[in-house]
Structures are given as C-alpha cells and as structure tokens.
C-alpha cells in the first residue's frame, strides 16, 4: 500500500521554488561572502605556501621539537619523524603538507567560533536549547550535502572547502566545551564570587583551566573530523592526500589509495597520541 503523498507538481514546484531562491541569494551575496572570506583564503594559501617551502628536515626538527615540548614523549616524537619519513619516501611529502595546513586551518576557525559558543551555551541555558538542535543537525545530516550551498555560493576551490570541512567538524569542540564547563565544581565558581572576582576573571582563572582536559578532547575530535572530511572536501578542489584518495577511487589505483590512505591515518593517531600525551602531562603536573 503506498503512502499518500502531495501532488507530483506541487513537489516539483517546490523544489524549484527553493533551488531559485538560493540560486538568486548567491548571486546577490555570494560576492560579498567570498570578500568577507579573503582573509581566511589569504591564511590558508600562505601556511600551505610555508609548509611546501619549507625543507622536509626543517619540518621534522621544529615540529619534532613542539612534539617534545607539548608531550616530553620520545616515543611519540620518533613515530612521528618515522611516520613523516615514510610518507616522504612513497611521495606523499606535498600531499601531506596540503592537508596538514587545511586541516590546521580549518581547527584554528573551530577553535576561534566553537569555544566561545560553548561558553554562551555553558551560561545561558536558552542559548543551549536553540543550539544543540543545530548541532545536532550539522553532525547527522550526509557530508555531502554541506557542499551544494557551498559551491553554489563560493564555485570550487579551497575556501568552499575549508567552510565544509568547518561545519562538519565544529561541532565536538563546542559541546564538550559546554560539557567541560557545567562540569566545574560550583563551590570553586563561588569561592571566586566570594573573593569578588568578576564573571569574566571566574571563567579565565577557575573555569576555562578546569575544563582544559575536556576542551581539549573536543579539539581532538574536531581534528580527526576535519581529517575524516578532506576526502570529501577534495572533489570540490581542495589538495592533498584526499584528492589522491579520489584519484585512486575514480581510476582503481589501489596502491595509491592504500597509500594516501595510510598517509591519513598516520596523521590522525600523530595529533591524537600528541593531544592525548599533552593531557597526561598537564594532569600529572597539576597532581606533583
């Protein structure tokens, strides 16, 4: 028995009221959006530049080195030079660097937009209700549904790739900032109100370094997000180990796809293992 449905024009019509309705938004806006964008496609082409110019040992030196500092862990800091040695040996080098800065890029505009709206949603209970619909409508709608309104309003390039990977991947950093926050200890918070500290120095002081560990697994997953979405990102021209990915998908290269593939992985466990042992280290200062 088949379900009763509207009339097949009125759906089409509908449809198409709605793809004309976007279609003259991005003609009206989608310049201005692009202009108020630039400084984001300025950031993301020239850290891409940086990391390309710059030479592979150079980049295993320094990078090793904020390894050592953020996890004292050597173990961490030689699989890291022996996964970024092995993904230059098979010719991944560039790739990797491509998505390492969208990647960089895409966490940083995470950060900046997700904490401070974990903090309104941590204060204000209203603003906890309206948002936790919308995150949870960023996280089960399909991924590839965020690139239509994308490319229809910025065309193909890095920018409407960097804004998909953003909206797929902002939303951990936000509720677990929420989460990290409700979940200080309330006689701390009024211990700093009975000292007459104000709001803003009870959240620098007491609350933002409470909730730190918790922060920082948002960030973790938001970053193994944005790696998981590159692939996606790429067939609307984003570079890098994700457009090889789909190079050996549309044209069966096995190998190349097992290799950028395994390129990719490597890259999530590094930021996690690092992510993780910073946590470790922070809490075993905190308790000597």
């Known amino acids: 028995m ?32 692009t202009d108020l964008l630039s400084p984001l496609q300025w950031l993301l ?16 030196i320094v990078f090793g080195f904020i390894i050592w500092k953020a996890t004292t862990n050597w173990k961490i800091v030689i699989g890291f030079l022996a996964s970024f040695i092995a993904i230059g040996l098979v010719g991944m080098w560039n790739d990797t660097m491509q998505t390492l800065s969208i990647v ?24 906890q209700r309206i948002i936790i619909p919308v995150l949870d409508l960023m996280q089960t709608i399909p991924s590839f549904v965020y690139l239509i309104p994308v490319v229809m309003l910025f065309g193909l390039g890095k920018v409407p790739g960097l804004i998909a990977i953003v909206v797929f991947a902002i939303p951990p950093v936000i509720r677990f900032t929420n989460l990290g926050l409700r979940d200080v200890d309330l006689n701390l918070v009024e211990t700093g109100q009975a000292m007459g500290l104000k709001q803003r120095h009870i959240l620098a002081v007491i609350e933002l370094p409470l909730a730190r560990n918790v922060i920082l697994g948002g960030v973790n997953q938001t970053v193994m997000m944005a ?22 998908i549309g044209n ?5 796809g097992v ?30």
């Open 252 to 256: 069966g290269y096995l190998g190349l």
């Open 45 to 60: 082409i020239n850290f891409e530049k940086l990391l390309l110019a710059t030479p592979w040992y150079v980049f295993l």
């Open 104 to 127: 960089f890029v895409s966490t940083f505009v995470c950060i900046v937009i997700g904490i401070p709206t974990g903090i309104l949603m941590a204060k204000n209970n209203t603003a």
């Open 227 to 248: 790696l998981a979405m590159v692939v996606i990102a790429s067939m609307i021209g984003v570079r890098g180990l994700g457009s090889q990915v789909m190079n050996s």
């Open 259 to 288: 290799i950028s593939g395994l390129s990719i992985v490597a890259l999530a466990i590094i930021i996690d293992r690092v992510i993780q042992s910073h946590n470790k280290k922070n809490n075993y200062i905190k308790e000597n």
């Open 2 to 33: 088949n379900f009763p449905s509207l009339d097949k024009g009125t759906i089409t019509s509908f449809k198409k009221s709605i793809d004309a309705t976007f279609r003259e938004f991005a003609a009206n806006w989608g310049e201005w959006f």
